[in-house]
């Protein structure tokens, strides 16, 4: 069984791609990004709510403001990478739907007019919009480096201080350094993850 | 600003992918998705935690169990998909970390002795992965339809009894069949999603 998708491309975001822990100095730039977005920002989400809110941190103010909340193992890369992207999701997403899903407005009101509707909502579909955007890293040629050690109140604080964001990840990106990956992990087999009724 | 990723597979992926409505009678193989689960396992976890399980719905009775929890707007499209694929959170990944993250298997015990931190981790983690292998299900060639619309707690009892897994996402899967997608919704631009410190 072979995909649609051809093997070199398989490689680049699946197969040979890796987590990176170290990085080169060639720089990431607003480009490169923006390049990144307009690919990623069509996968789905339901009622194209699009929660993906993004935090480029470059100034060095930034930086140190970041990594003060980071884990102890995290901080010497977050300190390090070219680029550091901080991922969150937008729990006022809803003011957007009336433009983002035009046939159908009343959505706003009628399935996310509660909080805790929209925080759940939004969570799940800024996840998925976050593994697309690592997809899209990828598929810029640069590795990405997702972390989930660090204190998400503090995050949310510091970089969101509406209290209308929760930070999912903080990505490190750019062209790997020496010695970038671990050897490759394990995955489950597909009997340990797929059954069928 | 070009990508590495070839233009064809921008297309295929992201671009020219839509969310299906409708679905074509050609079958989707085990074989089919056994590709594409050996594609998007190597999509990144936290801990290569890995909490994603999958259900396939292929009997007639399974599809029935499945439909009275959908949302009616789904249900149509749920009944007639070529195949359907519950998406769930394994809230008790953590048994498996000794053999997925061989060089640290303390972390079962230090990081994810409790529920309410696994249920967390896992809901944020799986739905990394459903990312990932709706990608998966692109590059196979095949149209997939996400859907949340449905009552998330009668599914989580109706397919895994055990109270230990979260169902994320109902996908169906096939090729597209007539009139399959809705026109492309709009897209939140550059400046509205990301920022710069």
Do not use: C
């Not at 550091?84 to 407005?105: C, G, K, R, T, Y």
């Not at 939004?122 to 990828?138: C, E, P, S, T």
């Not at 640069?142 to 964001?165: C, I, Q, R, S, V």
């Amino acid at each position: 069984m072979t995909l649609a998708l051809d093997a070199a491309a398989q490689d680049l975001l699946f197969r040979e791609a890796r987590t990176a822990n170290t990085f080169s100095d060639e720089p990431v730039s607003d480009e490169q990004v923006q390049a990144i977005y307009d690919l990623v920002k069509f996968g789905p989400t339901a009622f194209n709510q699009q929660p993906l809110r993004i935090v480029l941190v470059r100034s060095e103010e930034g930086r140190a403001r970041l990594v003060q909340h980071m884990a102890d193992g995290n901080k010497a890369k977050t300190s390090t990478a070219p680029l550091v992207a901080i991922l969150a999701a937008d729990n006022e997403f809803h003011e957007e739907l009336p433009s983002q899903l035009p046939h159908f407005p009343q959505a706003k009101d009628l399935f996310f007019s509660e909080r805790p509707v929209r925080e759940s909502s939004a969570a799940l579909n800024a996840a998925l919009q976050a593994a697309y955007f690592i997809i899209g890293v990828r598929a810029a040629g640069l590795a990405a480096g997702p972390m989930t050690g660090f204190d998400a109140e503090g995050l949310n604080k510091e970089f969101f201080g509406d209290g209308e964001h929760s930070v999912l990840t903080v990505v490190n990106i750019g062209k790997p350094g020496e010695e970038a990956w671990f050897p490759r992990g394990p995955r489950l087999e597909y009997d340990q993850v797929v059954t069928t009724v």
